[in-house]
């Protein structure tokens, strides 16, 4: 259940409710709006009825949440969330651009990739120093290493960079350096790591996983919202299906729906969604105009000497033709890039 | 294997070839451009040396076609397969528009349907007659009373229409009636079906089966080129995952990987991709940019009265705030509308 | 709707329901057990008051049937299907096994095949005379021959024969020589073809579809038992999945969920299932464990010789063996084989 | 790449031939066997020769492995892996069942449920202290207080114990308790848990995740045992299509598909397989004629009443039933129970 309060509610008749709520054994999540403030009841409310609320001074309405996603629901927040990451508008009007190399491999590669999507026009550094890779015997990333040489490619570049963290334990570490966390596909479910990133401020990329229906991802983002971190940013990324030709079937369906279903920015990923080069443009510009917020797309200097995911990475100058093509669109979309 | 004649080859020279071929058994193809003309060898070809051919007079090269699918290869042709109906290019410059009502249940029905589409910039006017439903006890279609209210829609408006066949049967009397045949994605492997559309001249538009793999269904293309017919569209409109949110998943991959594994004009289907009346303007959108030849929208006059898919059904208004939005785009996929 | 009469229930009071049903504009289907007749109401009966009904003599009680399937359901009626096939009972307590070649291929072969699987103990034999192939370019089976083979084949052996269907208009001419038709997963949703099998009294094995639910195999079924036909039987073969192991990913819950949900006969493929010879025995086992009426086994001569599906088909003396753990296994399940 | 030494080599030539490998930059994984041992390379060995070592005296040969799973492939061990936990053998002759609720709820729970599942012939009691659940707004599991009643119910039962384990940092005070340390389908890519689980002896119990391979669950059980722990156990629990009836598809092949490609014992779940308790005994049945080395069942005292999972939980009277069924089950599959 929601409680919308009135525009004009007193902070004291806040308080009273927020009390109210807490006595009968209830957590509280608030946000707080330009004209009212809302507050979110966590828990089983089945049995709470809604006039004990309505009654109160300075409440305008209680409404029951029909998904069982709360924090993350249109119905908890009408406008889209927006947040500030070094100076970079995520999920406002400005579609946000994220881009480099899978894995970060050397001090030259992600200097090289970081100036490069720099000045193709890319607003944020990607790069992987810790690698969810599926054998045990493949590259596993260079560690913090591969952090302090992100650090300084963001030094160098003015980029603010994101990077992936794989367990709990690694959360403080990565969380030094990185200015977003990214939490892959094959971690969405890992409670333990959702609730690790929901208990800090940096704010986090969750990636769909391969198998997850929309709900599913809203309420991993509930677990990081529910642990009291706001900036949330969805990314649909291909799913698993029977398709062969491609790597995954990306969800462009997934991107209309969750801005439908959710306020949280959505940002789409379509070098994992099909895992072809030659197929990252035209699906990243059908993502632009299907309503995404952003991209996040993997460049390398030298894609055949890449140490991971070379065949899905673009070169140098694609990138930069595909961002001009994306400025084009941009205004279609009626956004800016 | 596919045979390419010099573009200084005579028509003796490849008669040659052609009977050459025949003469071990195999059968011929003929794709006859405007520089040159490709012989294709169907059959199982592992046997046939090229240099065989390659030593005749008036041959450039012989090539092994790698995939499975041969006519319908862009091996076999590089150019996009491009023709016209009753004026209206399919697979040119010009994005085609098909659209219309799932079915056609009166004459007001399917007439006020035909004028609000031709009104908004459609160029084809889809309906059904003939229905394919999951239950026996479901509305089965008007049949032939259906087809001729669909004649006298193209009377009034001028726009061809497309039309579903759902049996071998039936194909010469919906034939007599429709500009397009249409297969829908139950039929994608009736193979019965496809041999019969293929031994006819009328334009085939082959819709995707809910599991089909791209290779399962341009070997269902291959089945009705083969057969003979040339005029071959093919239709995403999205597969069966484990999504619940949405009817199908709209595989927006398969739009620019058809378009480089075959020269067949491909048109994308958000109505049925998603189910969603809401989610049908960001798909189609998103299909145009991604490179698709055209788009089958369903539009009804009065969706909540609608017999059959009422929910994906767009709205005359809704559908022509929709052609405008396309018509803007247009231009930055290099097409025109 | 389905109506139950009373145990006492007249002829006379059975036709003035039947009649009135009619009247109303439904039609009606019988199902007469040894206690008791149930009419079943086929067409939209949601404005129909069950009261109607419930107040004739000899009317015991009216019901609304949840299930978009009506005569298929196991409310329509609660006792298994049993039917006859030259002497071989399916649906009853004896394990039904058919097993053959994938396909028709000479008259040695399927010979050769058919005593084979009769010395071993079979009781059905399966061959494909019409093949549904992916490709155009492959061996489409031998036809009428192929079917006059099988007849032969039955001469010598005493085996009922089962064949594949492929379209509506071969109906007749494959009627004239098979004891079951089988209809392909491919077809699953060929409505002519379900309508033409409905018209006639042949038995129909009913394959389901790769992508198809449980309910859509039953609506399925429903098209041909509304269609005049009762003598259906589901086959389980192997849905379409991501796994790439096997060809498929048999899907073994279906067995007892089928039971549940329906009377008809259900038959495991584990040939299609697996797509491996050597899992064919451990499915077939467990199929039958789990309440499988009968399997369906590939068994080829010489599967290395095999035109079609060699990998999954058993030699005879393997099919042997299988047959000999099935027999120790089937009082388990309660059967005799 | 695996080196298998000669039955007659030395301890010294063994030695020098993991120094060897070890110079060379690589990793070695010890397997002795009765016979003879043999030393797995762990790594890219793409670029080592095999001839290299196979002219070391007291080799016999030096084989490449193709499956990308090394220490879990039959190639590495063609022997079944056979452990013990506190008594009870795991992968031996002996089905091993084990049964319990799906969370542990309260001390007389527990305890009744213990002592049912004990007097109906289980081996090992399952319950769930740790929960991982869809919502953050669902019970999620007592914790340590979990963990002490669950070392309560052994100290009773004598049954060992089997829990699941949510994030590396509780694997410690997990593993204090717990005989066998499970990890759930959501986590089966969580590599820093992998990898925590591989660096203690307990066994661990690795559930297929909803959208993996069976490549993909093989290379999360090489996490472990390249980690050190060798004691793994597969878990077959179904995997996410587009079925709706039941819960998951439970995946039959898998059984006998991972049994051929691995030595490591393979469970089957057929509660989560299902989510139907009535289909549990069947799925159950099924799985261990086609071979699989135990069973992990829900048995709740009150499923009514049950927290979680309690549709897809057997009583206790029902799971004493289906211990009768697979104890008349086993000896047709060589097992005993």
């Known amino acids: 259940m929601i409680i919308i309060m009135k525009p004009t509610a007193s902070n004291s008749e806040l308080n009273t409710v927020v009390q109210t709520v807490r006595d009968l054994g209830f957590d509280v999540h608030l946000s707080s709006g330009e004209a009212r403030t809302i507050v979110g009841i966590l828990g089983d409310t089945q049995r709470l009825s809604r006039s004990r609320f309505e009654v109160m001074p ?7 949440v029909s998904q069982p996603f709360k924090v993350a629901s249109r119905e908890f927040q009408a406008t889209d969330t927006v947040f500030d990451v070094r100076g970079v508008k995520i999920g406002g009007e400005q579609i946000v651009v994220m881009a480099g190399p899978c894995s970060v491999e050397s001090r030259s590669q992600i200097l090289e990739a970081a100036h490069a999507v720099k000045e193709a026009g890319a607003h944020i550094l990607r790069g992987g120093a810790y690698k969810p890779r599926t054998s045990p015997y493949s590259f596993q990333g260079l560690g913090e290493e ?12 003015g980029l603010p960079i994101i990077t992936e963290v794989l367990g709990a334990a690694e959360v403080p570490l990565v969380a030094e350096y990185a200015d977003i966390l990214q939490i892959g596909a094959r971690n969405m479910q890992n409670y333990r790591l959702l609730q690790a990133v929901g208990k800090i401020d940096t704010p986090v990329f969750l990636k769909r996983g391969m198998s997850s229906t929309l709900q599913d991802l809203l309420m991993a983002a509930e677990y990081i919202l529910a642990s009291g971190n706001y900036n949330v940013i969805l990314c649909e990324r291909g799913i698993r299906t029977f398709t062969r030709y491609t ?5 462009i369906n997934a ?5 439908q279903l959710s306020h949280l920015p959505v940002i789409a990923d379509p070098s994992h969604g099909t895992g072809k080069w030659e197929m990252v443009a035209p699906i990243a510009k059908a993502s632009l105009i299907a309503g995404a917020d952003g991209l996040m797309i993997e460049v390398h200097p030298h894609p055949a000497q890449a140490w991971s995911d070379g065949a899905q990475s673009l070169k140098p100058e694609r990138f930069a033709e595909l961002m001009d093509e994306l400025r084009a669109l941009a205004p279609l979309a009626h956004r800016t890039l």
Chains 1, 2, 3, 4 share one sequence.
């Open 58 to 64: 300075g409440v305008e309405q209680a409404l029951r």
């Open 146 to 157: 591969g952090l302090k040489l992100l650090a300084e490619a963001r030094e160098q570049t």
């Open 247 to 251: 790597r995954n079937t990306f969800d």
């Open 255 to 259: 991107i209309p729906a969750l801005k």
